[in-house]
């Protein structure tokens, strides 16, 4: 039986675990944690401006 643990462990290294090739998000890269505007609540923040000055000035 030892033979057969030596033939799956003479080749690896001594840390076999591979690194993290990529966050896995949270960080931040997370588009909602930048403080960017949706851009449906743009667009109706545009509409409400355009109806309020249609409203007010027309």
Known sequence: MSEDEDFYTRDRPDNPDLAEDRPR?????????????PVWL???????????????FG
């Open 25 to 37: 998000g949270g960080g931040p890269e997370e588009p909602g944690s930048r403080g960017n505007w």
């Open 42 to 56: 743009v667009v109706l923040l545009i509409l409400a401006l355009f109806v309020i000055f249609t409203v007010t």
